[in-house]
């Protein structure tokens, strides 16, 4: 029978469902039953460093068990994401994409030593990404090469994790949080707004891959108008991103991926 304080579903994904919890809170119920305990264990942990870190972040309030699968109960935002209102008005781009660029920028001012290491999830990640051994080694040698770093890492960061609420944005969905390097923060966000999929349950699909080289352009411009990063030094974390989203098994990006990831070594 379902708790009580259960309401509709507001929201679906490839590991979990979100449902409203009370008034005031919303539930976060993973997907398969024979591992939510552990994945919600560790994303609570996750989601409390975080917050503890003063980020505009939503408060994770307890661990609750719903319809033979585990949860987190995090305090509710009311407002579309930053995609939904990108999609409804395109000329919101280059004001949004600087907005994310800046949230992006305030997170990787945050040092962590608690979150787990970005370096070993991509070392991880690289291995299961099915791709030939010596590519595979190739990789393993370009991540080694590259600098490591304790800043907070949101790990999954793009406007769909981004609620714009009625007192600012708030950013979601920090299962992926890990302290390392900023630049490969970035270059996943970069692989995610230029070769993601975007959701095809709305009319506006269409006009979502037209808008986004745009996004991407003024998303870059912004965050490497702040910052002194090193664009050859992105170029490396690009290619290591691109293996470890293979290991994620994303329908139709495989093809695409894998040989972006062979033309990229080759000018190495």
């Not at 990063?229 to 990006?253: C, F, S, T």
Request: net charge negative.
């Amino acid at each position: 029978m379902a708790h009580r304080l259960l309401g509709k579903c507001i929201a679906a994904g490839r590991n979990a469902q979100v449902f409203a919890w009370g008034e005031d809170c919303v539930l976060k119920l993973f997907a398969d039953p024979n591992s939510s305990a552990q994945q919600a264990e560790r994303e609570f942990r996750t989601s409390q460093e975080v917050f503890s870190l003063g980020l505009p972040c939503p408060a994770p309030v307890e661990i609750v068990e719903e319809m033979d699968r585990v949860g987190i109960v995090f305090s509710r935002v009311s407002g579309p994401s930053m995609l939904r209102l990108i999609a409804a008005d395109p000329g919101l781009i280059e004001s949004m994409a600087q907005q994310l660029a800046h949230l992006q920028l305030q997170m990787h001012s945050k040092e962590t030593q608690s979150l787990p290491s970005q370096r070993t999830r991509l070392r991880e990640q690289i291995e299961r990404s099915g791709l030939a051994a010596s590519l595979r080694d190739q990789l393993q040698g370009v991540l080694a090469d590259l600098p490591d770093a304790n800043r907070l890492c949101h790990g999954d960061f793009h406007p769909d994790n981004v609620l714009i609420s009625g007192k600012g944005p708030v950013i979601v969905d920090w299962a992926d949080a890990c302290a390392g390097n900023p630049l490969a923060d970035v270059a996943r966000t970069s692989l995610l707004l230029l070769k993601g999929a975007v959701p095809s349950d709305g009319p506006d699909a269409a006009q979502l891959v037209a808008a986004r080289q745009a996004f991407h352009e003024a998303f870059m411009g912004a965050y490497f108008r702040e910052t002194k990063a090193d664009a050859a030094q992105l170029a490396n974390w690009e290619v290591v991103i691109m293996a470890a989203r293979l290991a994620e098994n994303i329908p139709g990006e495989r093809p695409l991926l894998a040989a972006s990831i062979v033309e990229s070594l080759e000018t190495i």
